[in-house]
Nanobody
Framework: VQLQASGGGLVQAGGSLRLPCAAS????????VAWFRQRPGKEREFVAA????????DYADSVKGRFTISRDNGAHAVYLQIVRVETEDTAVYYC??????????????????????WGQGTQVTVSS
């Protein structure tokens, strides 16, 4: 599967944006999908993940209540909605996927190494 993240750009603190991750090459419903981000000078970190059918979502504590992950398998896309953006949200955002159920067991779903397919990343810059 090929992934392409988009929707990034410059946004004012307090605003909102939605990041789509478009999938091609294989049915998206075959993949568990997550979003990660890499803030300036920091390691890539888990943000959110969503199960194959969309019935379960997991979030990093730092984004709970402001980030929402969703998916539309028919449209071959996963979305990350961000509201009340903060300057600390400035980062490159990546979508990632795996078709391995073993790879996302327990806390492994929060680890970047569990995902085999990555999009190219989209830059989000939040101004104060």
């Amino acid at each position: 599967v090929q992934l392409q993240a988009s929707g990034g750009g410059l946004v004012q603190a307090g605003g909102s944006l939605r990041l789509p991750c478009a999938a091609s090459g294989r049915t998206l419903s075959s993949y568990f999908v997550a979003w990660f981000r890499q803030r300036p000078g920091k390691e890539r970190e888990f943000v959110a993940a969503i199960s194959w059918s969309g019935g379960r979502a997991d979030y990093a504590d730092s984004v709970k209540g402001r980030f929402t992950i969703s998916r539309d398998n028919g449209a071959h896309a996963v979305y990350l909605q961000i509201v009340r953006v903060e300057t600390e949200d400035t980062a490159v955002y990546y979508c990632a996927a795996t078709d391995s159920r073993a790879a996302i067991l327990g806390t492994r779903r929060f680890e970047a190494s569990s995902y085999d397919y990555w999009g190219q990343g989209t830059q989000v810059t939040v101004s104060s």
